[in-house]
């Protein structure tokens, strides 16, 4: 359906959380998927853990998720402080949208109450003005979601979901983490669909060609 997919993740793991079996998805169909996370959370790293370790864990997490090493970008922008540097957020945005050209962009949704998921929602719609834009969901920020679109997972995709969050050692205590939960979440989706497994998305902008 795209030939080259843009995941935006404000921090590492985000984007596994929302989209990691739509991922493992574009990529088994031959879709060209890249990531970019725009912080890798060294502040807020365990003090047991190395600060750099969600650098290993997303290059881990995505490498499962098939994601070419060379298309995987980590920025440095400081956790929980995005609302202060939107402007290079956006710069830096237009500047991967130059690079990978996507036909289609998945971000955090319209109704994500984290602040730094709120500017990189933003500032993606600034950046990226011509192609199809996604929000993915995040049960744990959402007070409520629109449910308006659909991708059909299969057991192996969900498995290759649950496979890359367990990179996340250092995340392992976040109940969002658990097999139990991605796979609930994904059965309930399916469910709303008729099939065993979904993922779904916030329609933020549709462009048909």
């Known amino acids: ?38 912080s890798a959370c060294e502040k807020s790293v365990p003090e047991e853990f190395p600060s750099d370790i969600l650098k290993k864990e997303v290059s881990c997490a995505t490498k499962i998720l098939g994601v070419k090493q060379s298309n995987l970008s980590i920025f440095d922008f400081e956790v929980r ?45 600034r950046a990226f003005k011509r192609c199809s834009v996604l929000g993915y969901e995040q049960p744990w920020n959402n007070v409520t979601f629109n449910t308006s679109s659909f991708v059909l997972l299969s057991e192996e995709q969900v498995q290759k979901k649950i496979e890359a969050l367990g990179c996340y050692v250092s995340q392992k205590n976040r109940e969002y983490f658990s ?27 549709w462009v048909i060609r």
Not at 88 to 95: A, C, G, H, P, V
């Open 81 to 125: 402080e995005f609302s202060g540097c939107r402007q290079s957020i956006l710069d830096t945005l237009i500047e991967v949208g130059k690079k990978v050209e996507p036909d289609i962009v998945f971000t955090p949704s319209s109704f994500d109450t984290h602040q730094d998921h709120q500017v990189v929602r933003q500032e993606t719609l």
């Open 1 to 38: 359906m795209f030939d080259r997919v843009l995941v935006l993740s404000p921090h590492t793991d985000d984007g596994e959380l929302g989209c990691g079996g739509s991922i493992a998805k574009f990529v088994s169909g031959g879709s060209e998927v890249f990531y970019v996370a725009l």
């Open 179 to 205: 097999e139990e939960f991605v796979r609930s979440l994904a059965r309930t989706r399916g469910v709303q669909v008729g099939s065993r497994y979904a993922e779904t998305f916030e329609v933020i902008k």
